[in-house]
């Protein structure tokens, strides 16, 4: 009776949100399958906001009749996100998630609790921290072209996974700024820190149906299969491997500030610019809230940096002329030691452009729930508490009447000084439309890092090699140097298949030739 209520009553006739656009779907099951079965994180979202271009909201109907909302306007985001932001926070199941994945850091905190942290590391995030770290990006920009080049040796010229090598870079990267060690220096029981968050971020087929399963039925510890089991291991092996970083750099402070005859750890003279050493001097963390902020820096900040680098490969594979572009614009302007300052890389007019497109296109982080914590209004529907708002970034950053009839195509033209479309579609310069960092308080604290990270290392991509695609139009490795020639009517993936994730993950990875443009 319950169940014939909740599936063909409720929904259609009592429900506040019956009024909203609905896009049809099993009368039992809603699009729960659907979103299961998906081909990728976006691919439903994408088709809901394409069939009511104009709606703020849409309404979602899931098994028997429970109902999401996928916000599809900028007003609404507006409201969400920044006017109205203390009357949502994340849903439960989402914080279990990135809990899971990324530790107990500032990614799951709310409230008070959350505004407190942001604070407290707003100087490390700020722009002069940033720009300390840009001499970091550099070198590992350095390391990972002459990595690249003695792939290319090994591989006999045949085509590299650019997604492979941009992790791990990017886990180096963020390794360095956060911890202040190397992370291939750290290991435990044979596994590398990249082996675990590997394991922890791209599981296979088996973990990612675990993974969502356990988000709504509590099945991680006691689940006996192998690859669970892996999992829960990776997590403890991580967390024992930083609390050995974090008691040994506690020490080095400590003595530090006893031969300096201080008695407290904020006075010491210690030049480390490690975000680690940051916390442990300003003394107010717990070892166990200084592990939770480790892990939730280190996991959201390399995933979705080398998922932007990759994306960012493959657009310039696909685009060679963009290539050309970008190299004309480097050589002109930038000091010829490859070593290009924050204020550098911020004078590139086309670079700025291109990396603005590859995140509106490819969106690492597909979907960023929240919840009302009370029955709330958004533009002017009464949302009833608890009801997950699904907000998908790359929604908002392909809806037409916001960007204009070309908004599913990769243009970094759309973004350079003069281009009509900011007049023609004023709404694409809101800063609620790019919902790739999110926005208001609790806006992305690491994307001032993600943006200079990824231009230091396209600069020196971009000087010291030519790109050329390296896999078929069906997505799959290319063997024997062939190449595709057409390229024209492929969509903005050029044929490679992404996993149905929280993140934007090729399936078999971005096959690319690289042609070291010195040989
Ligand atoms: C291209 C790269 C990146 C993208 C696309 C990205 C995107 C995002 C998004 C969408 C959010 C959620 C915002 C919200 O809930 O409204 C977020 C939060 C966060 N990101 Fe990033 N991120 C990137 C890189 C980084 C980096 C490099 C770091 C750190 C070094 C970082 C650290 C964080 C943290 C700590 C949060 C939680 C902030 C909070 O809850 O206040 N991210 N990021």
Redesign the pocket.
């Known amino acids: 009776m319950c169940v014939l209520y909740a599936t063909l009553i409720f929904p259609f006739y009592r429900s506040n949100l019956r009024h909203l656009p609905t896009p049809p779907g099993n009368f039992l099951l809603g699009h729960t399958l659907s979103f299961v079965l998906a081909s990728s994180a976006n691919a439903l979202p994408l088709r809901f906001m394409r069939s009511a271009l104009d709606a703020p909201l849409i309404r979602i109907l899931h098994a028997f009749g429970s109902e999401w909302v996928l916000v599809n306007g900028v007003e609404a985001t507006r409201e969400i996100?920044q006017s109205n932001v203390r009357a949502f926070k994340?849903p439960d199941f989402f914080k279990k998630a990135i809990v899971e994945i990324?530790g107990v850091?500032?990614?799951g905190?709310e409230g008070e609790a959350?505004r407190v942290?942001?604070r407290a590391?707003a100087v490390p995030?700020s722009l002069g921290g940033i720009k300390k770290l840009v001499p970091l990006f550099n070198a590992k920009a350095a390391q990972l072209s002459s990595r690249i080049k003695t792939l290319v040796r090994r591989s006999n010229g045949e085509p590299i996974d650019a997604h492979g090598i941009f992790t791990k870079t990017?886990l180096e990267v963020?390794g360095l700024?956060?911890l202040g060690v190397e992370v291939d220096s750290l290991s435990i029981g044979g596994y590398t820190f990249a082996d675990l968050y590997h394991r922890i971020l791209d599981p296979p087929p088996l973990g990612q149906i675990i993974f969502a399963i356990n988000l709504f039925i509590p099945i991680r510890h006691w689940l006996p299969l192998q690859e669970n089991r892996k999992f829960v291991q990776a997590n403890q092996c991580l967390s024992i491997m930083l609390q050995r970083v974090i008691s040994e750099r506690k020490h080095e402070i400590c003595a530090l500030s006893r031969n300096a005859g201080v008695e407290d750890n904020s006075q010491t003279k210690d030049d480390r610019t490690d975000?680690l050493s940051f916390m442990i001097r300003e003394n107010q963390w717990s070892e166990e809230e200084i592990l939770g902020?480790l892990l939730?820096?280190?996991s959201?900040?390399?995933d979705?940096?080398a998922?932007?680098l990759t994306w960012a490969t493959l657009t310039l594979c696909l685009h060679p002329s963009m290539q050309s572009r970008l190299r004309a614009e480097i050589q002109a302007n930038l000091p010829a030691n490859g070593r290009p300052s924050y204020t550098n890389l911020e004078s590139l007019p086309f670079l700025n452009a291109f990396i603005k497109e590859v995140?509106r296109c490819f969106?690492?982080?597909t979907f960023?729930p929240?919840t009302p914590i009370n029955d709330t209004f958004v533009c002017g529907t009464l949302i009833p508490a608890g009801t997950p708002l699904l907000?998908s970034?790359q929604v908002l950053n392909f809806n037409p009447t916001i960007w204009g009839p070309d908004a599913e195509t990769f243009d970094p033209e759309r973004w350079m000084p003069g281009d009509e479309r900011a007049d023609m579609f004023p709404l694409s310069r809101d800063p609620f439309a790019m919902?790739?960092?999110?926005?208001?308080?609790?806006?992305?604290?690491?994307?001032a890092?993600?943006?200079a990270?990824?231009k230091s290392v396209i600069v020196e991509m971009v000087s010291k090699f030519e790109v050329v695609r390296g896999w078929d139009e069906r997505g799959k490795k290319m063997m024997g140097r062939d190449l595709v020639k057409s390229v024209g009517d492929e969509d903005v993936f050029g044929g490679v298949e992404v996993k149905n994730f929280m993140t934007l993950k090729p399936k078999e990875g971005v096959w690319v030739n690289f042609r070291a443009l010195d040989d």
């Open positions: 996100w994340r990324a850091g500032m990614v905190l959350h942290e942001r590391f995030f990017a963020v700024a956060t975000f902020h939730s820096f280190m959201a900040g390399h979705t940096s998922l932007a995140l969106a690492p982080i960023n929240r907000l970034p919902a790739s960092f999110g926005y208001g308080p609790r806006i992305c604290i690491g994307k890092f993600a943006v990270e990824i």
